[in-house]
C-alpha cells in the first residue's frame, strides 16, 4: 500500500471535487466515535468498485482489536445485509500494536484506526446504499461490546471527497504488504505442543520489529525475538497459549518494523530454525558453562567417581610425575570425549526434530541398567568379591578404572562425566539453554566448554603432578578408602534402582535387582565353569530386560503438598480466575530437583504456602520422556530441570525461578505473580 498516496494524488487530479462530504452520521458512545466515509462522491458510469472506510476514534485509554486480536478479545466485524446494489466488501486491517489489557497481551488498535473497506457493485454504475451493522469490542478498565448501524447512500455522479481520499491513503498505506511485495521471506516455521518457531528474512537491517502470527485457532503469547549480527534475519519463538484444534494449517505472519508491515505465509517445517548468537555472545556463554562444568565437581553425582580417581593417584604416588600427569590427562580428555560423543548426539537429534534436554538419558530404562551393572562390577570389585585378569598381552596397556593401565585412567574421567548429567549446578542451565536453542556451532562450543569445566581438576593435577607426593603413602588405610569407596559406589547404584523402578516399574527393577544379585553369586563362587561367560549372559539380560516392560504407571506426588498434575492447558483459566500456580518440573533422576525439594519446598513457610488454598501446585514428573514436558521447558528456553515457574494475575506468562531454589526466591515471585 506504499504507493496509496501516490494514487490518491493522481485520482483528485483526475476528477473534479464535489461540495458535499461522503460520510454517514456519527455514532457516538463513551468509549467511541464511528462513522462510515467513501473516497468517491458518487457512482461514476460504469463504475463496479468503490472505496470506503470506517473510522473509529476512540476515548483515552480506550482500545479496540486486530483480526487476530490475542488470547482475549473480538475482531471489528461489519454485516452488510442490509445494503443495497452491494456485491462484496473486503475489509482491510491496518498493521496492529501490541498492548496489555487485564495484564494479557493482545494486538489492535488505540486512539484511532480507519480501516479501509473495499466495495464491489452488484450493478456497476447503479446508485449504491452502504448500510452496515457493525459489531466491535473496545476495552479499557473493562471491556464494552459496541453494536450500531452506519448507512451511507452514494447517487450517480462523479467526483471525490478529497478528506476522505486522503484519510483512505493513511490507512491504505498501514496496510500490511502481502507477499514478496512485503519484502520479508519466512525462512522456517515449526510448531511444537508449547511454542511456534520461526525465521524471516528481509534485504535491509531490521531496527525494532515485532510479529503477529496467525494460524488457524491458535492463540500465541509474547515473543522472544533475536537479531543475526547482520540483523537481516529475524528469529523468533513464539509461546502457544491455546493449541491449535485440527490440523496445523500454512502460517500467515505479520511483521512490523517501523513504518514497515508485510504479510507472509508459509507451510510449516519439520525442524525450528537455529536460533542467531553473536560471537561476543557465544565467548561469554562459553565461560558460563566453564563454570558450571567446575562446580559439577562438587556436586553427589561425581563425588563416587572423584573418590576413585583420588585411590589412582595415591597408588601412583611413586611412579613418577610423568605417569601421573598422563593418567590425570586421559581422565581429563575422557571428560571431553563423552562431552563431544554427546553434543554430536544432542545435534543429531535437534537436526531430526527430536525433544533433546540435558540428563535426558537417564530416562531410558537401558541407559539406567546398564550403568546400575557397571557400578554393581566396580563396587563388588572394591570390596574385593572378585579382581579382573586381563591377558597378559593387554595387561600392560589395560586396566579397570583406578587400574595401572590408561584405559582405566580414561574411563574414570567418562564415568564422572556420565554421572554428573543428572545434576544441575549454578550457570549449568542457562549455558545448556544457550547452547540448546541454537545450532551446532552453539552446542558444540558450550559442550565443550562444560567438559572443560568438569576436566578443570584432572588438568589442574596434570599441570602440577608434585601435589600427588603430599598425600598420605600407600598402607593400610587404603583398605578403609576401598571399602569407604566401593559403598559409594553400591549407594549410586541402589539410587540408580530407584530410578529405574520410577522409569519400568517395581517389577523391572525388582528382577534387574534378583539378576545382579546372581552375578554376584556368580563372581563369588571362583570355581563357577564359565563364570565369566555366566557372569556376561547375566548382565546382558539385566541391561535388556527392563526396556521390554511398559513404563511404570505415574505416582501420585507424596507430602504435604497436594499436588495436581501437570496441565499447561489450565494455566491459563487458573490466572484468568484470580488464582496463583506454583510448577515444578522434576524427576526421579534429578538429585539437584531432590535437594530442592528437600532443603526448600518440603519445608517450613514454603511448604505452609504450598499447602494453602492460596496457591496450585502442580508438578511435572520428567522422570520418564514426555513431549508435553519437553515442549513447556522449551517455551522458556530451558533443555533441563529442575524448572519452577509461578503464576498468577500479574504474571501470565509465568515467572521461571532460579535453579537452585531459596524461600525468599519463591515467595518474592508470588508477591509479584499476586500484583
Known amino acids: 500500500m506504499r504507493l496509496a498516496r501516490v494514487l490518491w494524488t ?15 452520521e456519527t455514532h457516538s458512545s463513551p468509549a467511541l466515535t464511528a462513522r462510515l466515509i467513501a473516497a468517491e462522491q458518487g457512482v461514476a458510469p460504469d463504475a463496479s468498485t468503490l472505496s470506503a ?25 461489519l454485516d452488510w445485509s442490509e445494503a443495497q446494489n452491494l456485491a462484496g466488501a473486503e475489509l482491510l486491517f491496518p498493521a496492529p500494536t501490541r498492548f496489555t489489557a487485564f495484564d494479557i497481551e493482545n494486538f489492535g488498535y488505540g486512539d484511532a484506526v480507519t480501516f479501509p473497506i473495499s466495495l464491489t457493485l452488484d450493478r456497476p454504475g447503479q446508485p449504491v446504499d452502504l448500510t452496515t451493522r457493525v459489531r466491535l469490542l473496545v476495552c479499557k478498565d473493562i471491556c464494552i461490546p459496541e453494536d450500531f448501524d452506519l448507512t451511507l447512500a452514494l447517487p450517480q455522479g462523479t467526483g471525490i471527497d478529497a478528506d476522505a481520499a486522503a484519510i483512505l491513503a493513511t490507512a491504505l498505506d498501514q496496510v500490511p504488504e502481502e507477499g514478496a511485495a512485503s ?14 518457531t520461526f525465521a524471516v528474512r528481509q534485504a535491509t537491517a531490521f531496527r525494532t520489529p515485532d510479529v503477529f502470527p496467525e494460524l488457524g485457532t491458535a492463540i500465541f503469547g509474547k515473543p522472544e525475538l533475536r537479531l543475526g549480527d547482520d540483523r537481516t534475519r529475524l528469529w523468533a519463538r513464539v509461546p502457544l497459549l491455546y493449541p491449535l484444534d485440527g490440523t496445523p494449517e500454512a502460517l500467515r505472519l505479520t511483521v512490523t518494523d517501523g513504518a514497515i508491515a508485510g504479510t507472509v505465509t508459509s507451510a510449516l517445517t519439520e525442524t525450528a530454525p537455529a536460533a542467531p548468537t553473536a560471537a561476543r555472545g557465544l565467548v561469554t556463554m562459553a565461560l558460563i558453562a566453564v563454570l558450571g562444568g567446575l562446580i559439577l565437581n562438587v556436586m553427589p553425582c561425581v563425588l563416587p567417581v572423584l573418590s576413585i580417581k583420588l585411590a589412582s593417584a595415591v597408588r601412583k604416588a611413586d611412579q613418577g610425575r610423568a ?12 571428560v571431553l570425549v563423552f562431552f563431544w560423543a554427546l553434543a554430536a548426539v544432542t545435534w543429531g537429534l535437534q537436526s531430526m526434530g527430536q525433544a533433546v534436554g540435558w540428563g535426558l538419558q537417564f ?3 537401558v541407559f539406567l541398567s546398564t550403568m546400575i551393572v557397571i557400578l554393581v562390577l566396580f563396587a563388588a570389585n572394591l570390596f574385593g568379591l572378585f579382581e579382573l585378569s586381563l591377558p597378559s598381552t593387554l595387561q600392560t596397556r589395560l586396566s579397570v578404572a583406578g587400574g595401572k593401565g590408561r584405559l582405566g585412567d580414561f574411563a574414570t574421567g567418562a564415568f564422572a562425566a556420565v554421572l554428573a548429567t543428572p545434576c544441575s549446578a549454578p550457570f549449568l542451565g542457562t549455558a545448556v539453554a544457550y547452547a540448546l536453542s541454537g545450532g551446532g556451532r552453539e552446542i558444540a562450543v558450550i559442550f565443550t566448554a562444560l567438559g572443560l569445566g568438569l576436566a578443570l581438576p584432572y588438568l589442574a593435577v596434570a599441570a ?21 569407596m566401593g559403598a559409594l559406589l553400591a549407594l549410586t547404584a541402589a539410587w540408580l534402582f530407584f530410578v529405574l523402578a520410577a522409569v519400568s516399574g517395581l517389577q523391572a527393577a ?12 556368580a563372581l563369588a563362587f571362583r570355581r563357577l565353569p564359565a563364570r565369566a561367560l555366566t557372569v556376561a549372559a547375566l548382565a546382558a539380560l539385566a541391561i535388556t530386560l527392563p526396556a521390554l516392560r511398559a513404563p ?5 506426588a507424596q507430602g504435604a503438598t497436594n499436588w495436581a498434575s501437570f496441565d499447561a492447558t489450565s494455566l491459563a483459566s487458573h490466572v484468568k480466575d484470580g488464582r496463583i500456580v506454583f510448577v515444578d518440573v522434576t524427576a526421579d533422576w534429578c538429585l539437584t530437583c531432590k535437594a530442592n525439594k528437600a532443603l526448600v519446598l518440603d519445608r517450613g513457610p514454603v511448604s505452609e504456602a504450598l499447602a494453602s488454598d492460596a496457591i496450585i501446585p502442580m508438578q511435572a514428573d520428567w522422570t520418564r520422556p514426555s513431549d508435553a514436558i519437553s515442549a513447556y521447558l522449551e517455551s522458556f528456553g530451558r533443555y533441563g530441570i529442575p524448572f519452577n515457574a509461578v503464576y498468577g494475575p500479574a504474571a501470565p506468562n509465568g515467572i521461571p525461578l532460579p535453579e537452585i531454589l531459596t524461600e525468599a526466591a519463591i515467595f518474592e515471585a508470588i508477591t509479584q505473580a499476586g500484583g
Open 510 to 521: 525388582g528382577l534387574t535387582a534378583l539378576l545382579m544379585a546372581l552375578i554376584l553369586a
Open 552 to 556: 511404570a504407571p505415574a505416582d501420585a
Open 53 to 77: 472506510g470506517l473510522v473509529i476514534e476512540m476515548g483515552e485509554g480506550w482500545k479496540t482489536y486486530w483480526r487476530s486480536p490475542g488470547e482475549v478479545g473480538l475482531p471489528p466485524e
Open 10 to 24: 493522481l485520482l483528485t487530479l483526475a476528477l473534479p471535487l464535489a461540495a458535499g462530504a461522503a460520510t454517514s
Open 363 to 365: 530416562q531410558s530404562p
Open 183 to 196: 519484502g520479508f521471506e519466512i525462512e522456517a516455521a515449526h510448531l511444537s505442543d508449547s511454542a511456534l
Open 323 to 334: 605417569r601421573v600427569r598422563a593418567g590425570f590427562l586421559l581422565s581429563a580428555a575422557g
Open 464 to 484: 602440577f603432578p608434585g601435589v600427588v607426593g603430599l598425600l598420605p603413602k600407600p598402607g593400610r588405610w587404603m583398605l578403609a578408602l576401598k571399602l569407604v
